[in-house]
């Protein structure tokens, strides 16, 4: 398992949930001298873009993600993106988060599976963040927010050799691979199976620095080349034409990352079958493991360190991620209860008092060093986020 792998997870889910919410709140919102109170403009999205990006991308969250650590508990990250989901006036109920989640990990698991190499795990995360720059282009202090964050990407990352970014590779589809939602996009593009599985590609272009497939060369004792031999392949194979690029600005060449929601089409998901057996695996959702919850409070003190200026009696808009209402109540009906992750609720409210005692809590930690028997790894990222 891989210590850097938590930065590429989070910022490539959190790259496609906001392709998600951006393509919805188009879909939803009214020209604003048409719009009632209760009815989104595009005001409104780019608000709620604006501070999702914003409290994403804040400094001393970003500080604590990028310190090498293992990976939360599927049900620890799915509390972050709720939070992170409603860090502005947008409200989701929990049908739409689920199903929301599902699509987030459901596009990522497709796009690590599709990288030619392990390195371009990075290439993915730089196609997400180009386009979060897009969404915030006209709010230059955000942009400094995702910019500061390219660069300590670019200046943890590159240096990494291939084998590194074998070992994130596996620690990322480790995490996904008990994961088969069935999402309408991947489906009717036939990149995805009944069963949730998805169908890799036997053509298409090598990795890059490799040679198509179908010449054996064959070498002496001394390192001469003696014999060649073809062979015929099953697959039809192309070079690259270049290196996607791994700085600040240029083109990534890979398009894995890039905004499926771009063309509008509506998106479903559905349980798969596999998915459905297991729930009776997944009792534990249903009384939370003392564990677990300990490592939300970890998560709760990280995420308690952002401030988010919310007006006074603002309640906010409420988002819906199926097409009808009647569908988001069936949905929240029909998902096993075990299948549906629970928030528990932890309190760090932003009373001065209280931020003091946070504040103790945060100087006793020894992140780099836990101590020995400590179920609270990763107890921080979530109060970050409660502050926010």
């Not at 677990?292 to 200026?309: H, S, V």
């Given at each position: 398992m891989s210590a850097r792998t938590l930065p590429l997870l989070f910022l490539n889910l959190g790259g496609e949930m906001l392709y998600i919410l951006d393509q919805r709140l188009r879909a939803q919102s009214i020209p604003g001298e048409k719009a009632r109170k209760d009815e989104w403009t595009d005001v409104d999205r780019k608000r709620v873009m604006n501070d999702i990006i914003s409290t994403m991308f804040n400094r001393k969250f970003m500080e604590e993600l990028f310190k090498p650590q293992d990976l939360y508990s599927k049900k620890a990250l799915r509390t972050v993106y709720d939070r992170l989901a409603h860090a502005s006036i947008m409200r989701l109920n929990q049908a739409s988060m689920d199903k929301l989640y599902d699509l987030m990990t459901m596009a990522f698991k497709y796009q690590v599976l599709l990288c030619p190499r392990p390195r371009d795990v990075l290439l993915v995360t730089f196609n997400h963040l180009d386009a979060i720059k897009d969404f915030i282009s006209d709010s230059p202090g955000i942009l400094n927010q995702v910019d500061e964050t390219f660069r300590r990407l670019i200046e943890t990352y590159n240096p990494l050799s291939d084998g590194e970014f074998q070992l994130i590779r596996q620690t990322l589809l480790i995490f996904f691979q008990d994961m088969h939602i069935r999402v309408s996009i991947f489906l009717k593009d036939k990149v995805q199976n009944s069963n949730g599985r998805f169908v890799l590609p036997i053509s298409g272009p090598v990795p890059w620095g490799t040679e198509v497939p179908g010449l054996i060369r064959i070498f002496n004792h001394k390192g001469v080349e003696v014999k060649r031999a073809e062979f015929s392949t099953a697959g039809n194979y192309v070079t690259p034409q270049r290196e996607g690029s791994f700085e600040l600005y240029g083109d990534r060449v890979l398009k894995l990352g890039t905004n499926m929601y771009s063309v509008t089409r509506p998106v479903e998901?559905?349980?798969?079958?596999?998915?459905?057996?297991?729930?009776?695996?997944?009792?534990?959702?249903?009384?939370?493991?003392?564990?677990?919850?300990?490592?939300?409070?970890?998560?709760?003190?990280?995420?308690?360190?952002?401030?988010?200026?919310?007006?006074?009696?603002?309640?906010?808009?409420?988002?819906?991620?199926?097409?009808?209402?009647?569908?988001?109540?069936?949905?929240?009906?029909?998902?096993?209860?075990?299948?549906?992750?629970?928030?528990?609720?932890?309190?760090?409210?932003?009373?001065?008092?209280?931020?003091?005692?946070l504040s103790r809590i945060l100087g006793e930690l020894d992140v780099a060093e836990p101590r020995p028997g400590s179920a609270g790894k990763g107890e921080d990222l979530l109060a970050l986020m409660d502050g926010l």
């Open positions: 998901t559905h349980m798969s079958g596999s998915s459905k057996n297991l729930a009776s695996q997944a009792k534990e959702n249903i009384a939370p493991n003392p564990l677990a919850k300990e490592e939300l409070n970890f998560l709760a003190r990280l995420l308690g360190g952002l401030d988010i200026q919310k007006p006074a009696g603002d309640s906010g808009f409420r988002l819906n991620l199926f097409t009808t209402d009647e569908e988001e109540e069936h949905a929240a009906q029909t998902r096993p209860e075990e299948l549906s992750y629970k928030v528990i609720n932890i309190e760090a409210t932003q009373e001065p008092a209280r931020r003091a005692e």
